[in-house]
């Protein structure tokens, strides 16, 4: 029964916490900007940064992954890779647009144990804990998070 009073301190608090959170989550809009588009045949990818797969290409739709606050991005990769095992001080939510990836968790690779995501599913890992990702065929995901976004080894 004693557990039943924190849904009202969230609610209690939203008001005063709310409006703070909400603008050190929420993605940039320029003075009278009224929406974020981004357009699938306009979408600008660029390489990618050397900390990830070769040869993959990113575009970044919202935010900025190097700055804190929300971003949103693509990658995709033509070719299969191996992400080797990392993490991330936050949660990294994915969505797999074409093709499929491979994901599991631990300090190696181990192909037995990941877990397939293929077109339209979607994942979050928590944050801090050590996974790796491979693809054995074309695909494109997008990743939602906090920034600033890093890659630790």
Same mark, same amino acid.
């Given at each position: ?17 709310? +409006? ?15 929406? @974020? ?5 306009? @979408? ?5 940064? !050397? ?25 995709? #990769? ?8 990392? #993490? ?14 491979? *994901?599991?968790?631990?300090? #190696? ?10 077109? +339209? ?5 928590? !944050?801090s804990i050590q996974?790796? *990702?491979?693809?054995?065929? !074309?695909?494109?995901?997008? @990743?939602?998070? @906090? +920034? ?6």
């Open positions: 029964m004693r557990e039943n009073w924190k849904p009202l301190l969230a609610i209690l608090c939203f008001p005063a916490c709310g +409006g703070a959170l909400a603008r050190e989550v929420e993605a940039p809009f320029a003075p009278g900007q009224q929406q @974020i588009q981004a357009f699938a045949d306009e @979408i600008a990818y660029r390489p990618c940064p !050397p900390n990830l797969p070769a040869g993959c290409e990113m575009a970044v739709l919202e935010g900025n992954p190097k700055a804190p606050g929300l971003f949103t991005l693509r990658i995709h #990769s033509l070719a299969p890779f191996v992400l080797p095992p990392h #993490s991330h001080p936050r949660a990294e939510r994915v969505t797999v647009l074409t093709g499929a990836v491979h *994901v599991g968790f631990g300090a #190696s690779v181990n192909r037995a144990t990941a877990q397939k995501f293929g077109a +339209g599913d979607y994942y979050v890992n928590r !944050p996974h790796y *990702v491979f693809a054995d065929e !074309p695909v494109t995901i997008q @990743i939602t998070g @906090i +920034g600033p976004w890093v890659v630790e080894k």
